[in-house]
């Protein structure tokens, strides 16, 4: 199974290549194929991003759960009494 942390390091991946490939097509902004092309890729882009950034809130918001769990208390059974 893929880590949480993988998978946010992918998702980044992805927000950077979609910047580079909207760079990359803005210089045919004359072209129309290339402006819908560029909507698409900037669109896509920022559903990665949104992706990432909510991954990256979920994972620091287990971090601190996990941190800030209380410990279980050990299951003791009760004591006889002597009688």
Not at 11 to 24: E, Y
Not at 57 to 82: F, N, T, Y
């Amino acid at each position: 199974m893929t880590s949480l942390k993988d998978i946010h390091a992918l998702l980044d991946n992805a927000v950077k290549a979609g910047n580079a490939a909207a760079d990359a097509i803005a210089d045919h902004a004359a072209d129309p194929f290339a402006v819908m092309l560029l909507q698409r890729i900037r669109l896509a882009t920022a559903e990665y991003r949104k992706s990432r950034d909510e991954l990256k809130v979920a994972m620091i918001a287990l971090h601190k759960k996990s941190l800030l769990a209380p410990l279980k208390p050990v299951d003791i059974p009760p004591k006889r009494s002597k009688k």
